[in-house]
Antibody
Framework: QVQVVQSGAEVKKPGASVKVSCKAS????????MHWVRQAPGQGLEWMGW????????KYAQKFQGWVTMTRDTSISTAYMELSRLKSDDTAVYYC?????????????WGQGTLVTVSS | SYELTQPPSVSVSPGQTASITCSGD??????ACWYQQKPGQSPVLVIY???RRPSGIPERFSGSNSGNTATLIISGTQAMDEADYYC?????????FGGGTNLTVL
């Protein structure tokens, strides 16, 4: 069955970077986009971007351009999201979610979420 | 930039029909999908391509999309449907989420 499993919670200091991993199983990793979405405490969902695991191509939300990097390692069916220059308001749960297909498709399988806490 | 607008909250009595709207410029020209999120859990896709249900989603969930408004309809609402609901659409190659609607069943 399709599974998307994320790495564990992180605590970072302001100005640091965080890298969250997302391991896929149960399907062909390179056949489906992977999205990253975050949710600050008590807030709504905020889309950060997607990566095409087949080509490595990416599209980031304008807010995160120059600040987020999405990569993948096809040999281990894992996608990564790295956010740099962390601030306290980057404290959030970060989700990866499989795109049902490519552009235009919804997110049909979501990871369990990774809590990133930014605190001095 | 493209925006999707949802009411912050909707209330419904058990067994009645709940309607949650999502508004955006010419949204009917795009596909809309909907996610359900319960406290402490990851979102779950409940409607995609305006009105299609993924496997395992109860038939009481349905959707429509026309003009500037997409609507999630929950018929015979049950207590277990109490959750936050988010609409989502694509604008060219970017994903847009609505702000979310808290559905209360009381």
């Amino acid at each position: 069955q399709v599974q998307v499993v994320q790495s564990g919670a992180e605590v970072k200091k302001p100005g640091a970077s965080v890298k969250v991993s997302c391991k896929a199983s149960g399907y062909t990793f390179t056949g489906y986009y992977m999205h990253w979405v975050r949710q600050a405490p008590g807030q709504g969902l905020e889309w950060m971007g997607w990566i095409n695991p087949n080509t490595g191509g990416t599209k980031y939300a304008q807010k995160f351009q120059g600040w987020v990097t999405m990569t993948r390692d096809t040999s281990i069916s894992t996608a990564y999201m790295e956010l740099s220059r962390l601030k306290s308001d980057d404290t959030a749960v970060y989700y990866c979610a499989r795109g049902q297909g490519s552009i235009g498709a919804p997110c049909d399988y979501w990871g369990q979420g990774t809590l990133v806490t930014v605190s001095s | 930039s493209y925006e999707l607008t949802q009411p912050p909250s909707v209330s419904v009595s058990p067994g009645q029909t709940a309607s949650i709207t999502c508004s955006g410029d010419k949204l009917g020209d795009k596909y809309a999908c909907w996610y359900q999120q319960k406290p402490g859990q990851s979102p779950v896709l409940v409607i995609y391509e305006d009105n299609r249900r993924p496997s395992g989603i109860p038939e009481r969930f349905s959707g429509s999309n026309s003009g500037n408004t997409a609507t999630l309809i929950i018929s015979g609402t049950q207590a277990m449907d109490e959750a936050d609901y988010y609409c989502q659409a694509w604008d060219t190659s970017t994903v847009i989420f609505g702000g979310g609607t808290n559905l209360t069943v009381l």
